[in-house]
Nanobody
Framework: QVQLVESGGGLVQAGGSLRLSCAASGRTLSGGAMAWFRQALGNERLFVAGIMWSRGTTNYADSVKGRFTISRDLSKNTVYLQMSSLQPADTAVYYC???????????????????WGQGTQVTVSS
């Protein structure tokens, strides 16, 4: 089992920045991927960014490329999502997820991930 705990959400004005953290505990995750998804009210949960635990390979949704950066700290078993130039359309509950399944690039579908955090709210005001 893996436990994921997100933190860092909050209210920010458009154009501002936030950094989300996701701390993992439990089963060793080397070889797998960690990702951030988000779900706006009434919408489906969508991929935002992903990173491979061992190689650090990343990928991003087109909507956040150039504004968001995903990174990891292996010593802390923690993944971060640095979000800049935030827009009201970024308002959502952000979830981190992980899977031990190996891949060259992070998986992008919710069904590919085995463990999920509880989510953290990000609200961007205009």
């Amino acid at each position: 089992q893996v436990q994921l705990v997100e933190s860092g959400g909050g209210l920010v004005q458009a154009g501002g920045s936030l950094r989300l953290s996701c701390a993992a505990s439990g089963r060793t995750l080397s070889g797998g991927a960690m990702a951030w998804f988000r779900q706006a009210l009434g919408n489906e949960r969508l991929f935002v960014a992903g990173i491979m635990w061992s190689r650090g390979t990343t990928n991003y949704a087109d909507s956040v490329k150039g504004r968001f950066t995903i990174s990891r700290d292996l010593s802390k078993n923690t993944v971060y999502l640095q979000m800049s130039s935030l827009q009201p359309a970024d308002t959502a509950v952000y979830y981190c997820a992980t899977t031990p399944k190996p891949s060259f690039f992070p998986w992008r579908r919710t069904g590919d991930y085995d463990y999920w955090g509880q989510g953290t709210q990000v609200t961007v005001s205009s």
